[in-house]
T-cell receptor
Framework: DTGVSQDPRHKITKRGQNVTFRCDPI?????LYWYRQTLGQGPEFLTY????????KSRLLSDRFSAERPKGSFSTLEIQRTEQGDSAMYLC??????????FGPGTRLTVL | RKEVEQDPGPFNVPEGATVAFNCTYS??????FFWYRQDCRKEPKLLMS???SGNEDGRFTAQLNRASQYISLLIRDSKLSDSATYLC????????????FGKGTKLSVKP
């Protein structure tokens, strides 16, 4: 499968724990985006990388959230000290330039 | 006011019906416009881009009115497989591509 992949697909954690998600974009896509989607809402932009540089962060991205894309390929999104309000689907998308964004299947996070 | 607003759903229609979705956006600097489709518990997928002149792809027709900041999607001869949530999406000049999504409108096509 040469699409965007995300791991894990589901994560259940207890409040206060740290979690890390991984996104593998389509090969040669230079742009990578993270979005968050809660039930009944559309996805909301969190952050964006062009190659390894994180160029934009939404105000939704509190200081408990950090994202990296160290070699300009895969990316990780870490949430520290998780809260129940962090429960959501975390979606990754990639593209080359300003072309169509292709989304991964998402990581569904449940914070108990 | 939300940046992208869509018709509240759900829309329940019989097979073969024509259904229209409307969407308004608040930022006049919006540059690109799209309709995405999202199946239950799946990722969004691009259905079609929306151009100022209007565009058609088979049974699907998208229209854009920049003056009214209004986007529409028309589905003709709806199929059971069209059942999904339809997301209206915009991005702004200089936004570096991050997409602004509406809440989505759920369509359920019944036999």
């Amino acid at each position: 499968d040469t699409g965007v992949s995300q791991d894990p697909r589901h994560k259940i954690t207890k409040r206060g724990q740290n979690v890390t998600f991984r996104c593998d974009p389509i090969s040669e896509h230079n742009r990578l985006y993270w979005y968050r989607q809660t039930l009944g809402q559309g996805p909301e932009f969190l952050t964006y990388f062009q190659n390894e540089a994180q160029l934009e962060k939404s105000r939704l991205l509190s200081d408990r959230f950090s994202a990296e894309r160290p070699k300009g390929s895969f990316s990780t999104l870490e949430i520290q000290r998780t809260e129940q309000g962090d429960s959501a689907m975390y979606l990754c998308a990639s593209t080359f330039g300003n072309n169509e964004q292709f989304f991964g299947p998402g990581t569904r996070l449940t914070v108990l | 006011r939300k940046e992208v607003e869509q018709d509240p759903g759900p829309f329940n229609v019989p097979e073969g019906a024509t259904v229209a979705f409307n969407c308004t956006y608040s930022n006049s600097a919006s540059q690109s416009f799209f309709w995405y489709r999202q199946d239950c518990r799946k990722e969004p997928k691009l259905l079609m881009s929306v151009y100022s002149s209007g565009n058609e792809d088979g049974r699907f027709t998208a229209q854009l009115n920049r003056a009214s900041q209004y986007i529409s999607l028309l589905i003709r001869d709806s199929k059971l497989s069209d059942s999904a949530t339809y997301l209206c999406v915009v991005n702004y000049e200089g936004s570096q591509g991050n997409l602004i999504f509406g809440k989505g409108t759920k369509l359920s096509v019944k036999p």
